[in-house]
């Protein structure tokens, strides 16, 4: 296996990253395609000759590890596939929607085996078991821990979360066998009868992995929070930037592990040039996408950084919004002379997501607490719910 994948390695050397990943997402969903189909074949065929109920469920569960790598194979290859008019966004999401309908269908195979396997509880049956039943779980089992040897080489060498979940499964699928073949040889030694008792632990096992895969599909239509992975490279990336004073409400919208849509304020010094900063942010969302494969889009906030005549109120606003004790912090302070004389005090508050003042509540305390201290003022104040990354803001 490891020559093979050394010879793999050597035949797709010419192509790039992202096609590197496709092929070895594909490799992958093909081996585990073609080794669940023989271990499904394999059992289904010693557990209706035994009349092993545990047999037949755990042959259900490698078909429903079938049906996943073949929705690998299909996603690997929807993500080569590039957007089109129709989808501007590309097909990753394809993924998803065909992968939560496999899983609502295991759940019901599931279900009828845990009712299989309580009818086998209550009037219990002989088993016919001989070596060539004993010889083929043995097979199996030593198949399933090639499966995980290489889903987590695999894994690791393209940095597949899918697949090291994979790996995973099949590490459990290990054990699962192992248990059916040890009430196998238990029932056939003491006449014990195990057989319905294993089944429908393999059963409940099926409907467990079949609901956490929904979450997961449902998870990734609904649009979840982004990994926290991904957030700290962009934090990491956008911090390499000395032209910038600083960056806040960074937004990510997903469409698949491929397909990464974001947006982020960057803050200027305000005698720039709108030019000077429409060359930084271009910079920007190039290097974006030629080293994280990210569509970014950047939005200018002017920060007045030499501005002394407003220090005294931005004081007195990080003040009263320390004074709360909230974990609030803000940006995009702006202030305008209105005509009258009073001045008009504008910024932005990120309230952390634990925080459940009213955003209404908030404003006016602020309000009422900033004239105590600045007299005739009024805060505008826009509330950020956001619920990625942290605040880079300068001030
Ligand atoms: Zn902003
Ligand atoms: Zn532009």
């Not at 030694?189 to 979450?215: E, K, Q």
């Not at 490279?233 to 911090?239: A, E, S, V």
């Amino acid at each position: 296996m490891y020559l093979f994948l050394k010879y793999f390695k050597k035949r797709i050397a010419q192509q790039t990253p992202i096609e590197q990943r496709v092929s070895y997402g594909i490799l992958s969903g093909s081996v585990g395609l073609g080794s669940n189909l023989i271990l499904f074949i394999l059992k289904i065929m010693i557990g209706l000759f035994s009349g092993s109920i545990s047999i037949i469920t755990d042959a259900i569960n490698n078909l429903s590890d079938m049906l996943s790598s073949g929705l690998t194979v299909i996603g690997f290859k929807m993500a080569g596939k590039k957007p089109d008019h129709e989808h501007p966004y590309g097909h990753e999401r394809s993924e998803s929607i065909s992968g939560l309908l496999i899983s609502i269908v295991i759940m019901f195979v599931g279900l009828q085996f845990v009712k299989s396997s309580l009818d086998k509880i209550i009037s219990p049956s002989a088993l016919r078991l001989n070596t060539t039943v004993y010889v083929i779980l043995v097979i199996s089992i030593i198949l399933k821990l090639a499966q995980v040897y290489f889903y987590r080489l695999i894994g690791k060498t393209i940095d597949s979360p899918t697949l090291i979940a994979t790996a995973k499964d099949s590490l459990n699928d290990v054990f699962t066998t192992i248990a059916v073949l040890l009430s196998a040889i238990i029932q056939a030694s003491t006449g014990w009868h195990l057989d319905g008792w294993v089944g429908l632990g393999v059963a409940i096992y099926i409907l467990f992995s079949a609901a956490s895969l929904i979450r997961t599909f449902i998870n990734d239509l609904l649009g979840h929070q982004p990994g926290h992975e991904l957030v700290e490279k962009m934090d990491d990336l956008l911090q390499t930037y000395d032209d910038i004073l600083g960056f806040h409400d960074l937004l990510i919208h997903q469409y698949g592990p491929n397909m990464i849509f974001a947006s982020v304020h960057v803050e200027f010094d305000s005698n720039w040039t709108l030019n000077q900063a429409h060359h930084v942010t271009d910079k920007i969302e190039h290097d974006f996408w030629h080293q994280a494969q990210i569509h970014l889009v950047c939005h200018i906030d002017p920060i007045d950084i030499n501005n002394q005549k407003y220090a005294k109120i931005y004081e007195a606003v990080q003040a009263v919004i320390k004074h709360y004790e909230l974990g609030l912090t803000t940006h995009d302070f702006h202030v305008e002379e209105l005509v009258n004389g009073d001045k008009l005090i504008q910024f932005d508050v990120v309230v952390p997501e634990h925080i459940t003042t009213n955003d209404d509540e908030l404003l006016v305390s602020i309000n009422h607490d900033l004239r105590k201290i600045l007299g005739q003022v009024t805060a505008e104040i826009t509330f950020d719910h956001n619920y990625i990354g942290d605040d880079h803001s300068l001030i």
